[in-house]
């Protein structure tokens, strides 16, 4: 160093800027010859990657599977279309990952053929892919797919129907309603909830009496969720009807309550009082729940003596929604339950109503109730009511030992301020 500062002076300083100059140019050069030899590698290491997704060998064909899933190279396409088809499930599943990472809703046009494919795997997952694209010109290809021989085809195109969201497919999945596959049936009752076209809702209905009970939960969530009250007349005669099928007129509730029509009312607290059919009792509650009459008040208080748990949780939650100071004393009432979770509910039940009459029950099941979730439901309670009488017993609770019951009660003591 010492020398260079003394030979600094005998050095011409244009020597100097060249230099400098020539180190630059030669560090981008370097730079450069990096970046091309980085590419060769990755471009030898995807092409390897290619060439083991072909190997006889499953294990390394797993690998290769991996890798390019995640490479996101458009070179790798035409190898991943080809593996969609390998006997391993997991090569299969990483293959349909790559090219989900890969495509674009321009690739449209490279699934379409392979859904005619001899191997039913790569069937399968071109129409999973179209799907995951969502793009509306692969419709008449899905639509003749429709009735593939496949089972595992014929889910995958309903699905993908329902994904790509175009109301228009509605009419074409209708036809899959009747499928001897309870799995098809159920998928095609999901797509059509989420297309949630009006007309659907009626075709739904049947689905309603299937002979899977998973086929009857997808009907009853998507009749929901297509939201066409045109359909009450119809779910009520369901419930009116003298028959030994429970589940029919148990989804028949579910639909009627998320659907929220005052014309269920009278037949819902009828089916609150099914003294055989206790699943049923408890759908019923619910539902009345979601009408938002406060008529149903009565028939719900009667529901928190009911024999079965879940009638008297569904009522106290049910009571919670409609917030009539009617049920506070049966509420209250019901913070001595037997069981931990119906007197959770009404705690919480009786925050939502807001009533000062509950201060003192809620005090005291905080600090008296043996269940862990009970003065946590009763802090937040007290917090919703805002009476300062629950003051000192929320100080308290700020420091018991229980971390969620610490947060409630202080949560609730910002809601006076402090």
């Not at 160093?1 to 003394?6: E, F, L, P, S, V």
């Not at 100059?21 to 030899?37: D, E, M, P, Q, S």
């Not at 999973?128 to 509306?136: A, N, Q, T």
Request: one cysteine or more.
């Amino acid at each position: 160093m010492r020398c260079w500062q003394k030979s600094k002076k005998f050095v011409k300083p244009i020597f100097l800027r060249n230099a400098c100059k020539a180190l630059k140019g030669l560090w981008g050069v370097c730079l450069l010859a990096i970046a091309l030899w980085a590419t060769e590698a990755k471009a030898d290491r995807t092409d390897d990657l290619i060439r083991a997704l072909a190997s006889p060998q499953v294990s390394q064909r797993v690998d290769a599977a991996q890798s390019l899933a995640v490479l996101k190279d458009p070179r790798t396409i035409p190898a991943l279309l080809k593996a969609m088809g390998d006997p391993v499930a997991s090569v299969r599943a990483n293959a349909l990952r790559g090219l989900a990472n890969i495509l674009k809703p321009k690739d449209v046009p490279i699934l379409i053929p392979y859904l005619k494919d001899k191997d039913v795997y790569r069937r399968a997952g071109a129409a999973e892919l179209l799907g995951i694209l969502g793009d509306r010109r692969a419709l008449p290809a899905l639509e003749s797919a429709m009735d593939d021989a496949s089972t595992l085809v014929r889910v995958e195109v309903v699905t993908a129907l329902g994904e790509i969201g175009d109301p228009a497919a509605a009419k074409v999945l209708w036809r899959r309603l009747t499928d001897v596959s309870p799995r098809v049936r159920l998928e095609t009752a999901v797509a059509l909830g989420r297309l949630r076209d009006p007309t659907s809702a009626d075709k739904l209905l049947s689905l309603l009496q299937d002979s899977n009970e998973n086929v009857r939960i997808a009907a009853a969530v998507s009749i929901a969720q297509i939201g066409n009250r045109s359909v009450v007349p119809a779910l009520l005669r369901r419930m009116q009807m003298t028959t030994t099928d429970s589940d029919l007129k148990y989804y028949a509730a579910y639909a009627l309550g998320r659907l929220g029509d005052r014309r269920a009312e009278a037949t819902l607290i009828n089916a609150l009082k099914d003294g055989k059919n206790r699943y049923l009792r408890a759908q019923a509650a619910a539902a009345l729940g979601g009408l938002g009459q406060k008529s149903a008040v009565p028939a719900l208080i009667l529901g928190l003596h009911d024999r079965f748990v879940l009638v008297r949780f569904a009522s106290a939650q049910a009571l919670g929604r409609l917030r009539d100071r009617l049920a506070v004393p049966a509420l209250i009432r019901s913070l001595h339950d037997s069981n931990e979770d119906v007197r959770e509910q009404s705690a919480k039940a009786l925050g939502l109503i807001g009533d000062r009459t509950a201060v003192p029950a809620l005090i005291y099941a905080a600090f008296h109730d043996t269940d862990d979730a009970i003065p946590k439901a009763a802090a937040l309670a007290l917090g919703r009511i805002k009476d300062r009488r629950a003051l000192p017993a929320l100080k308290k609770l700020s420091r018991n030992s229980d971390p969620t019951v610490r947060e409630a009660a202080k949560w609730a003591l910002t809601q006076f301020g402090r």
